[in-house]
């Protein structure tokens, strides 16, 4: 037996998530489909985390024990040649059985896209100023968005906190306290991204992250009051969650012994690192 570690691009939109359910298209049960039809049964896929329904990945990790022993190669060619078009498995290699994608994680970074519009009128007219290409990956704002107040807002939420605020609710016993190690509001072409990197995300974290710093963009909240905002640890308070398909799962962190797949360089990734 060889366990091997999967890195996997998917397209969001067409998944009810990552996790395997009995009545829904999920992307967990769509690489154990393609697996079974190599391996001749229906390996166990383990990820590092769950993604949310409409939510994209450029890089999830996830690993699956082989009973096979195929190479990593082989596994690459087989699985891409059986699984649909909106998931591709990018990298496969074979990695210590201590290897674990969710346990062995210790960081994850998060990527919000925003599409800039100036088209004049209101709400319908800016969301169908989106060029096409871009219709399914960014959520649009208006081009005045103030990315300086974004990043001062920005400043406030870097560090260890609870984070119930900015959070949905929790299954009971879990920890609200995270670290954000940092988060960073970049301009690219007509365009904005929200990066988040922290040791993990609570659920629809992101999303309301970036749903508080367009608050404060765009003047509905001020910069200073985000630190209120956290100690008040409420989820009466806070901004709304932005739509899942702006959303990208980047990169998964791994210490040493296992390392971090990182994506090849490009225009897609302009400003990302």
């Known amino acids: 037996m060889q366990r ?13 998530g990552w996790q395997v359910q009995s009545s829904a298209r999920t992307v967990q049960g769509t690489l154990e489909e393609a697996i079974a ?3 001749g049964e229906r390996g166990r896929v383990i990820g590092s985390g769950r993604t949310d329904a409409g939510v994209h990945a ?8 082989d ?9 690459l060619g087989a699985l891409n040649a059986r699984l649909p078009g909106e998931v591709r498995v990018r990298a496969v290699d074979v990695v210590p059985p201590t290897f674990h994608a969710l346990q062995s994680a210790v960081g994850k970074t998060y990527v919000y896209q925003l599409h800039l519009s100036d088209a004049p009128g209101g709400l319908g007219a800016v969301e169908s100023s989106v060029p096409p290409w871009r219709r399914t ?3 649009t704002v208006r081009t005045s968005i103030d990315v300086g107040a974004m990043r001062s807002a920005a400043r406030h939420l870097v560090g260890t906190h609870d984070f119930t605020s900015l959070s949905k609710v929790m299954e009971a016993g879990r920890s609200t306290t995270k670290t954000l190690r940092s988060l960073r509001v970049l301009r690219i072409s007509r365009g904005l991204r929200i990066v988040a990197s922290g040791d993990g995300f609570l659920y629809g974290m992101v999303r309301l992250l970036a749903g508080l710093l367009v608050d404060v963009g765009t003047g509905r909240v001020a910069a200073a009051a985000v630190p209120q905002l956290l100690a008040a640890r409420s989820r009466g308070h806070r901004s709304p969650s932005l739509p899942a398909h702006g959303l990208f799962l ?3 962190h791994y210490p040493a ?7 090849s360089r490009g225009p897609l990734f302009e400003g990302l690192s």
């Open 4 to 16: 091997l570690r999967l890195v996997v691009g998917y397209d969001g939109g067409m998944f009810a």
């Open 37 to 39: 039809s190599v391996g």
């Open 58 to 65: 450029y890089a999830q990790v996830a690993h699956v024990d």
């Open 67 to 75: 009973h096979r022993g195929l190479s990593a190669r082989q596994w």
């Open 137 to 139: 990956t960014f959520h």
């Open 250 to 252: 980047w990169r998964v």
């Open 257 to 263: 012994p296992f390392g971090t797949w990182r994506p």
